[in-house]
């Protein structure tokens, strides 16, 4: 799980809900027409922007990759890598057929390897799954980014549909307490779901979009390094240039 995401989420509720609760009944802020007009015309507006087949796995997609951290760094996958080319130089390609990946892309191109696969074939595959899981993990930001944008936007029209209601019945001060409750919490609410949860979240899958386009790139490059039994040392040395400079002068020493 990437605690990040969950702990920031949860202590910017929780900060939200103690400043309410020190400064008056936390029942005051739950409205139930309020909650409808922001969640559920957030959601539909979402769902005129995007198909209808695309939009539920995209937004698994998204919500899985900002709410799940995968352990392998850059570092960590060109020294598997390069066991893995260690392997094959001693025992060749078969000598991959028992060997356990921890990363789920490297371990289909060294499937492919163990299956004698040429270079090309292996090339076209992986880079095709590559594109294609960037592709829906591109879709899962842009879902979150139209819930982001779409929050604030019925959280105004909340807002108007209370000055309405309470304009309209001006004569009646009983109903001037609710319908402003309307006016504002519809507010209050687009602001928080697009400030606390969409807005940020758009910001953590481009920033994961980086690192598994590099990730799965640098994979790529060294199982077709592999497949053409590239020494440890030379595809090592190679997949360098994917670490940041400092990590490099690091790597270097530490190898």
Known sequence: MDLGSIIGIVAAFVVVLIAIMLGGNLTQFIDVPSILIVIGGGFAATLVRFPLAGIGGAFVVGGKVAFTHKKSSPRDLIEEISSLADIVRKSGPLGLETVEVSDATLAKGVQYIADGYEGEFIKDAMERDRDLYLDRLQEGRKVFKALGDSAPAFGMIGTLVGLVQMLATMDDPSTIGPSMAIALLTTLYGALIANVICLPLVDKLDSKFE?????????????????????????????????????????????
């Open 211 to 255: 690192t598994e386009e590099v990730n799965q790139t640098l994979v790529i490059d060294g199982i077709l390094q592999i497949r053409e039994n590239k020494s440890p040392a030379l595809i090592r040395d190679m997949l360098i240039a994917y670490l940041p400079e400092k990590a490099r002068a690091e790597f270097a020493e530490a190898a």
